[in-house]
């Protein structure tokens, strides 16, 4: 019979323990961890201090901001900003806010536009409505080369199309938001978008909404159900003259939009979310925002929704930025757009001033202020 011998213990643990044996007594720094439990007593004894009380502290200022400094402590904001905010980020998570949108609205001066009257948002409506499709808009419709249809052209899914749910809305049409991108990112859109949301980066899209009557090569293929009345897009059509044809308004702002666009903005939402799903891999761990700016400027004057994932925001852009879910839930109520857009902030808005909106005719600007909406940084 084979005889079996007792185990032997490892010289290496034989000597840890007796070494730990020789060093029992532990030198112990004052701690300040007052709960009696076995956890703290183990802490005290090895000269831990629990700090996780005077950490969870740290997020008690609306933003926490993580920004690069050279040697005098000046911020370089041509490398962007890590921003975490309170309510909305958990503790420890920062996106990050790119360098465009950072030099844009990390300024001394804004500008301050104050509507006091729905006389004068009736006014900018009709001024935004003398305004052709905006000139990137245009290009990508008629499939003309840029930068849009050249990144649509290596990846298709990039590009889709949410049809009106009839002739008498418009459709609207979900892209990427290419002049925020630089060459490598756009390569990772269309090589790896499933992965962006787990980048720096973030997804950032723009949404436009599309006229039914508005002719599309590049929607044909996209299943664009154009009207009886065809035009094509044209840098020298107004969308006025859009609207005196077809008999149908353009949607230039959240200033178009009224009850009878709630099917559309909920297929809207609806889709977006679907595309985010399908394309990016967004799930329900991911921080989404879906928003259209107000004012607008005279260049970009038809409605158009930015859609953000995990993407860093400025405090300056926030008062400006209506979410979809909000203008969704303003109009079920049976209210007038004009209403919520007095009520923002006493219906006065901070403008970049680098920005052409103070500049268009017959706005409402106040002047220029300090910029008291600026990041600590």
């Known amino acids: 019979m084979t005889q079996v011998q007792a185990s032997q213990r490892s010289i290496a643990i034989i000597s840890a323990e007796q070494s730990h044996q020789r060093n029992q007594t532990l030198v112990v720094r ?35 901001v ?14 962007g900003a890590y921003v975490s905010k309170q309510d909305e980020d958990g ?26 009257s729905k006389d004068q948002l009736t006014q900018l409506s009709a001024t935004y409505s003398e305004t052709p499709l905006p ?24 590009a889709e199309f949410i049809a009106p749910v ?77 609207d005196d044809k077809t008999k149908l308004e353009s949607l230039t702002s959240i200033l178009s939009l009224k009850q009878e666009h709630l099917p559309q903005l909920e297929k ?13 891999a967004v799930n329900e761990h991911d921080n989404v925002k879906m928003f259209f700016h107000f004012p607008v400027a005279e260049k ?12 860093g925001d400025h405090p300056l852009n926030e008062p400006r930025s209506f979410d979809l879910d909000a203008i969704i839930t303003h109009l079920e109520s049976g209210k007038d757009i004009g209403d919520l857009v007095l009520s923002r902030n006493e219906g006065s808005y901070f403008i970049p001033t680098s920005d052409s909106i103070k500049d268009i005719s017959g706005i409402p600007f106040k002047g220029l202020r300090d910029n008291a909406l600026n990041l600590p940084l």
């Open 30 to 64: 004052a701690v300040h961890n007052t709960q009696d439990s076995p956890m703290r007593r183990t802490l005290d004894a090895y000269g831990i201090d629990d700090t996780r009380g005077t950490l969870s502290q740290l997020n008690r200022e609306k933003y926490h």
């Open 91 to 116: 503790y420890g998570n920062f996106n990050w806010l790119n360098p465009k949108g950072l030099i844009k609205y990390q300024t001394k001066d804004v500008a301050v536009i104050t509507f006091t």
């Open 300 to 311: 970009t004057a038809t409605l158009h929704l930015h859609t953000w994932v995990n993407k």
């Open 66 to 79: 993580l920004v690069k400094k050279d040697r005098s402590g000046a911020p370089d904001l041509t490398l």
């Open 268 to 280: 809207l939402r609806d889709g977006t979310l679907q595309h985010l799903r399908d394309v990016y």
């Open 166 to 242: 009839d002739l008498t809305q418009h459709g609207y049409l979900i892209m990427p938001n290419s002049p925020y991108c630089d060459a490598n990112v756009l390569d990772t859109y269309v090589n790896a978008p499933e992965t962006l949301k787990n980048t720096r980066h973030g997804v950032i899209l723009v949404t436009y909404a599309i006229h039914p009557s508005i002719h599309s090569a590049f929607l044909a293929a996209r299943h664009h159900p154009s009207g009886p009345i065809r035009l094509e897009a044209s840098q020298q059509t107004s969308q006025r003259t859009i």
């Open 135 to 158: 000139g990137f808009l245009i290009k990508t419709l008629n499939a003309e080369d840029c930068l849009d249809t050249f990144l649509n052209r290596r990846n298709a899914s990039l």
